[in-house]
C-alpha cells in the first residue's frame, strides 16, 4: 500500500464510522423529544422510563461522535495539506459554524441529563429538542462542506489562484440542498430501522413488551416516513447531478456510451475492461427520464468524458445497485406498516412484521454508505470538483501508512466499546424500568 491509497483508505475508514455515530446522534434526540413528549401529556410512566433510556443512548453518541469528527478534523490537515491550504478560506464557514452548533448541542444535552426534577418540565423538554436541532444543523453544515467539493462556489479560479472569495456563496452552493434533503432522509431512515428492529426483537422475545412497543412506534413511524420520501429526494438528487456531474451519473449506471433514449439499468456486471455490463435488466428510457424529465432526452455516457476525468465505474456502480436496492425493500416495508397502522392492527400480533423490522436493522446503515460510495468515489478523480485532482493534494509526508493502521485500530476499539455500552443498555431495561410494565398505556 503506498501512501497516496493508505490517506486515501484512512479517510474512507474514518467517514464510514463518523457517518453512522453523527447519523445516530443527529436522530436519536428526537426520538427522545417525542418519547419525552407523550410523558408530559399522558403521565405514563414508560414514556418517561423511555425518555431516559434513550437519552443515554444519545450520550453514548454524542460522545463518540465528538471524537471520530475531531479525529476526521485533524485527519484533513495530516493527510490533504494542500487542499485545506486553497479550500480552508473558502469553505471554512460551515465547518466554524459547526462547531457553534457542536457546542450549543453539548450545553442543552448538559441541561437535558442533569435537569430531571431541577427545571420546568416543559424547558427541559425543549432542551432535548435544542440537542436534536443543533445537532441536526451540525450533520447539514458538514454535509455542505461536501457539498461544495462536488460543487465549487464562492471563488474564481485564475491562473491557479483563488480569488474574489464568497464563503456565504460557497456554503450554499448548488448541491448543497440536494445532500443535506438526502442524508437527513438517510440518517432517519437507517436510524429508524436500526432502533425499531431492536425494539422489535425485544417484543419477539417477549421483554418488557409494554416499553419497548412504544419505543418500536416512535421509531418505525420516524423510519417509515424516511423511507417514503427518500426516492423523491433521491429524484431530485439524480438530476442534479445529472447537470453537474455527468461522469458520475454515467458511473452509477455504467453508461459507457451516450444514448437518447437512455435505459435504467437494475443489477448487473460491470466489465470495465470491455467497457461492457452484462447480466443488467433495463428499463427503456427511465434512465433519461431520472436525468431530464423527459422519456426522450439524451444522457452523457463516458465516451464524452476525458479517461482522464473518468470515476471507477464498477464501485460506484455496485454502491449505486445496493443503495437503490435496499431503499425499494424499507420503502415496502414502510408501505406495509403504514397499512397496518391505518387499518389499527396491533403489532405485538403480527410476528413476521417484527420479524422484518429486525432483519432491516442493518439494512439502513448499508445503503448509507453506499450512498457515500457513490458520492465519493463518483468525484473522483477530483478532491475539487474540476478544480484539484485528489492526487495533487495529499501529504508529502512518508509512512502515512502506518496512520492508517494506527487509526484502525482506533476506530475499531471504538465501535466495540460503543457495541458493549449499548448492549449493557438493552440487557438494564428489565432491571430498571421493569416496575413501569404496570402503568397504564
Known sequence: MDDFLAARSQMALSLGFHIIFSCIGMVMPFFMAVSHYRWLKTNNEIYKDLTKAWSKGVAIFFATGAVSGTMLSFELGLLWPKFMEHAGPIFGMPFSLEGTAFFIEAIALGFFLYGWNKLNKWFHWFTGMVVGVSGLASGILVVAANAWMNSPAGFDFVNGQYLNIDPIQAMFNRAWFTQALHMCLAAFTATGFAVAGVHALMILRNRNRSFHLKAFKIAATFACIGALLQPLSGDISAKDVAKRQPAKLAAMEALYHTEKPAPLLIGGIVNEKDKTVHGAIKIPGALSFLAHGDFKAEVKGLDRIPVADQPPVAITHYAFQI????????????????????????????????????????????????????????????????????????????????SFYIFSAIYVSLSIIVIFLLYRQIKMVPVLYNQSETSKS
Open 323 to 402: 443503495m437503490v436496492g435496499i431503499g425499494t425493500l424499507l420503502m415496502l416495508i414502510s408501505v406495509v406498516y403504514f397499512v397496518l397502522l391505518i387499518r389499527k392492527k396491533p403489532f405485538e400480533d403480527k410476528p413476521w412484521l417484527l420479524k422484518l423490522f429486525v432483519y432491516a436493522i442493518p439494512l439502513g446503515y448499508i445503503a448509507l454508505e453506499a450512498g457515500w460510495v457513490v458520492t465519493e468515489v463518483g468525484r473522483q478523480p477530483w478532491i475539487i470538483y474540476g478544480i484539484m485532482r485528489t492526487k495533487d493534494a495529499v501529504t508529502p509526508m512518508p509512512g502515512v501508512v502506518y
